[in-house]
């Protein structure tokens, strides 16, 4: 005896399978930056924590090295530079060296 398979039955077991479209498209994730930030302490004058802020942030002028080093002496700390990981670890550890008291970097 021999049997026959429908061809309802045979063509449902050969029929193609469609994979969905790959994308080609690659997104691309921006780096986080990370804030640099003081912290107020007992023992840095106003003119030190001033001067380190002019020596080692780029582009930090008087006026606004003093306006944050107030904020750290009357708000307890102040973020004095945000951007690109290496670079922020660079100015807190120049910061930390000059003896400032230094937040641990965080992630803007």
Avoid at 21 to 41: A, G
Avoid at 81 to 104: C, I, K, S
Wanted: proline share 8%.
């Amino acid at each position: 005896m021999v049997m026959t398979l429908s061809a309802d039955v045979y063509g449902m077991a050969t029929a193609p399978t469609i994979a969905p479209e790959r994308s080609n498209q690659v997104t691309s994730k921006p780096y986080p930056n990370y804030k640099v930030i003081v912290l107020n302490d007992d023992f840095n004058t106003f003119p030190h924590v001033a001067e380190c802020l002019m020596k080692y942030i780029p582009g930090m002028t008087g006026d606004r090295a003093w306006d944050l080093t107030n904020q750290v002496h009357y708000e307890g700390q102040a973020i004095v530079w945000v951007g690109p990981q290496e670079p922020a670890e660079l100015y807190h550890q120049q910061l930390r060296r000059a003896g400032l008291t230094m937040a641990p970097l965080e992630a803007a």
